[in-house]
């Protein structure tokens, strides 16, 4: 799909599940600890949210490629493909961790295969897609986005504990609660791609269900 219209080049999906596994999710805080490990030494055990602190702690980020990108992108108008692959790559693991995490899936996460977690990040042609310009002031761009994630940080960790408790009940996932739950790790996930991943210059919409 292309950039047009009212569609975002960058979209989740987590596939609803009808019944959660009771026991998975009474452990969860413990199996997720080898593959949170793991996504730590990929991630350089950096926190992305970092990045509205200063420019600097952006290009230095050692997970995501994006040092080199800003120069590229700035002197050269390009954006490798390989580079957009492992971005990719390492953004679809760190959603399908988070969403086992947050109890929206049952699945162990997979270090390459999709599951149910379904993330569309559309290639950015450089040349007509991305401003050259643009990677300078992304970050300060960003500011008012990471201002509202921190508040919904707050909030999701509250639905998490609700979600938790409803399934140890109910063995099902509150259709409410996994839909803002969702919504909060695609809103991240927008405002990532477009401050730190740098696949698009169209700023992320203030919406949690779109």
Known sequence: MSESGNVYPVDLKV??????????????IILVIPILIVLSLLLGERETQEMAQRQEEITRSIGFVVGALVLLILFRGKYP???????KQLMAFSLRVFSYL?????EYPSTDEEQSVHLRMEYPDAQKDLSRWMPLVKWFLAIPHVVVLAVLNVFTIIAVFLAWLMILFTG?????LFNFVEGVLRWHLRVLSFALIMVTDKYP????YG
Request: aromatic share 28%; hydrophobic share 35%.
């Open 15 to 28: 596939d609803y599940p009808e019944k959660s596994d009771r026991l998975s999710v009474f452990f969860r």
């Open 81 to 87: 493909r390989w580079w957009f692959d492992w971005n």
């Open 102 to 106: 947050f109890l929206l899936r049952d």
């Open 172 to 176: 099902r996932y509150p259709r409410g």
């Open 205 to 208: 919409p203030f919406n949690l």
